[in-house]
């Protein structure tokens, strides 16, 4: 069964942190890449982050660039995303989405093929 979990979004304070989680199944992670996409209220659908699926290379939005690391276990089929000295401007939903193998070339949300449902992440204080 094809699907994507993510998990680990919630409420934190400006400064911060917390780790996403994106839980993949029904698929190999090496012939995709995975995506983190996040959407804030009235704002459009953003990259995030990604990683291949071919050689592990990663790619950031200068947004999140020194803040949030992208990486992947194989074993556990799970991408994961560790952000650090969150923002209020980092509010939103988090999604994973995948595509086939690209090195993570222009990645943006018409080109992936699965969502997750997303996950919830609130920076306030």
């Known amino acids: 069964q094809l699907q994507l979990v993510e998990s680990g979004g919630g409420l934190v304070q400006p400064g911060g942190s917390l780790r996403l989680a994106c839980a993949a199944s029904g698929f190999t992670l090496t012939f995709y890449d995975i995506a983190w996409f996040r959407q804030a209220p009235g704002k459009e659908r953003e990259g995030v982050s990604c990683i291949s699926g071919t050689d592990g290379s990663t790619s950031y939005a200068d947004s999140v660039k020194g803040r949030f690391t992208i990486s992947r276990d194989n074993a556990k089929n799970t991408i994961y995303l560790q952000m650090n000295s969150l923002k209020p401007d980092d509010t939103g939903v988090y999604y994973c989405?995948?595509?086939?193998?690209?090195?993570?070339?222009?990645?943006?949300?018409?080109?992936?093929?699965?969502w997750g449902k997303g996950t919830l992440v609130t920076v306030s204080s």
């Open positions: 989405a995948r595509r086939v193998g690209s090195y993570c070339s222009g990645y943006r949300p018409g080109d992936m093929n699965y």
